[in-house]
């Protein structure tokens, strides 16, 4: 059974960092692209971070040069830290595993982890 589990989530006032953890479990995890996604109220979600097989990575401009995706094959585990976090970052971030090569079109989400940036 796969399973994606975020953590790390939290409340921040503005200007903080917060670093959040995604561990995957029943996941050929080397053949996996991986991303992070967030949804803030009445919104749809969006892409925050993706970081590919071969480690190439990409961020929307809202994001670029604050937030940095990596990840551990060994660990099976893949990271998002966030700096600098403004008001509008606030929203459920949710860890995305997409299928490459041979699992091409196999997808999974974890269930999201809170994050709230406030004064």
């Known amino acids: 059974q796969v399973r994606l589990v975020e953590t790390g989530g939290g409340l921040v006032q503005p200007g903080g960092s917060l670093r959040l953890s995604c561990v995957t479990s029943g996941l050929a995890f080397i053949y996996y692209n991986m991303a992070w996604y967030r949804q803030a109220p009445g919104e749809q979600r969006e892409l925050v971070a993706d970081i590919t097989t071969e480690r190439r990575t990409n961020y929307p401009d809202s994001v670029k040069g604050r937030f940095t995706i990596s990840r551990d094959n060994e660990a099976k585990q893949v990271y998002l830290e966030m700096n600098r976090l403004e008001l509008d970052d606030t929203a459920i971030y949710y860890c995305?595993?997409?299928?490459?090569?041979?699992?091409?079109?196999?997808?999974?989400w974890g269930q999201g982890t809170q994050v709230t940036v406030s004064s």
């Open positions: 995305h595993a997409y299928g490459a090569g041979i699992v091409a079109g196999r997808n999974y």
